[in-house]
């Protein structure tokens, strides 16, 4: 029998904000290379924190999705749209935003320098650095993951920022990410509309 | 998850740059934080309070900030010269917990650092949040004026998320507040703080 759901308080913005000024101090020191590196092992720390998990089938993998009682579920939202597409309605970092930009002022540039130096390195899916580690977490929690007795792997298909920026692959890889997902192009397209972020989830 | 993730950052620069690295780094973000956040000023503590309740001052980004307005500090001609407020909860208590359901147990860096702080600093700390805290409304007080004076803020004492209490004679003794006053006020509060007129000649100064 499953414990009663207590659910995930949400964070202070306070200390998001704190942790946005941690990091830009940090970047002063160690450039915008080494940021992207704190920010990728930050990641992948929290991710190899947490307990494993295993599922029978994939459809209670996606009951748990669904239900936040996944790894993958554990800092945002998560609707199946599909079997292997994800959404996430808002991002876990819309509300730490919203209150930097209202009581300090503007978004460090460092935040989206490190995003341009992720995406010219590792994958072009990032428009601030906070999608860095949610990007590499997400990665790092799928490999935690067996259902049916395999591991499952993460792609990102596109994200979008509050001010609307978006970011994805570019075409020729976008495209058969599209198909695995099981989505169209004018499905994301409609999908982007009010979603923070589309991502595939499939067995590896 | 920044929130959750970011005492895996603190265990790695604990080993870089030691706990005492750790605490001038928290301080220095809290210098930043409230060097961008403006000056503010105000005509007397009547709107400056009604600013706090409302949550438009620069200490309501840490959250619902209470003003006691029943426990003024006067000074030696009994004018009021500044206010105890109080936080219902600790800005961490949803971090912590957050890290309590995500990843099991809060990291022992959380603890090094709070150590650290109240050993060589000043001991008030019962998170490693206290640091970059305490700092911060120090640098924001400063930059807040009522009725034309700066003002300065001592935090008096905090609860922890265990329970434990911290309670700063040092501080107590600035504003001439009985300590189980302030013992009273942690049943209902997880973080009390003074913000007083800076140059204010207080009742027993010599």
């Known amino acids: 029998m499953m414990p009663p759901d207590v659910g995930m308080p949400d964070a202070n913005p306070f200390v998001e904000i704190a942790t946005h000024l941690f990091l830009e101090d940090l970047a002063a020191k160690v450039g915008v290379g080494g940021l992207n590196n704190y920010l990728v092992s930050l990641a992948r720390n929290l991710a190899s924190a947490m307990p494993e998990e295993e599922y029978a089938t994939w459809a209670e993998f996606l009951e748990a999705l669904r239900s936040g009682r996944s790894i993958l579920s554990t800092f945002e939202e998560v609707r199946p749209v599909t079997d292997r597409c994800m959404v996430t309605p808002r991002s876990p970092f819309e509300r730490g935003w919203r209150e930097y930009a209202k009581r300090v002022g503007s978004f460090a540039p460092v935040h989206m320098e490190s995003a341009e130096h992720y995406n010219a390195k590792v994958r072009p899916a990032a428009v601030t650095s906070l999608h860095i580690v949610m990007h590499t977490f997400r990665e790092a929690a799928s490999a935690r993951v067996r259902v049916g007795g395999k591991t499952i792997r993460y792609e990102p298909l596109a994200t979008v920022w509050v001010d609307g920026e978006k970011r994805s692959p570019p075409e020729d890889r976008l495209a058969p990410l599209l198909k695995r997902a099981g989505i169209s192009r004018t499905k994301l397209g409609m999908l982007l509309r009010n979603h923070a972020e589309v991502w595939l989830l499939e067995p590896f | ?206």
């Open chain 2, 1 to 206: 998850m920044l929130d959750v993730a970011l005492a895996s950052l603190i265990e790695d620069m604990i080993e870089k740059a030691g706990a005492d690295g750790v605490v001038e780094f928290w301080q220095r973000v809290g210098d930043k934080l409230a060097g961008r956040m403006g000056k503010e000023a105000y005509l007397g503590w009547t709107s400056f309070n009604v600013a706090v309740r409302e949550g438009r001052t620069a200490f309501s980004i840490e959250g619902e900030v209470a003003p006691l307005t029943d426990m003024a500090i006067t000074d030696i001609d009994s004018d009021v010269v500044g206010y105890l407020y109080a936080m219902r909860q600790c800005c961490y208590e949803p971090t912590i917990l957050r890290t309590r359901y995500s990843v099991g147990q809060m990291s022992p860096a959380d603890r090094t650092v709070c150590e650290e702080y109240n050993e060589n600093v000043h001991n008030i700390a019962v998170c490693n949040f206290c640091v970059f805290h305490e700092r911060f409304r120090e640098e924001i007080a400063r930059n807040i004026t009522v009725s034309g004076n700066s003002l300065a803020c001592h935090l008096l004492a905090t609860r922890g998320w265990a329970g434990e209490t911290k309670i700063s004679a040092q501080n107590l003794a600035k504003i001439n507040i009985n300590e189980e006053h302030v013992r009273a006020l942690l049943r209902n509060y997880e973080c009390v703080y003074a913000l007083v007129m800076r140059g204010a000649r207080l009742k027993g100064d010599g």
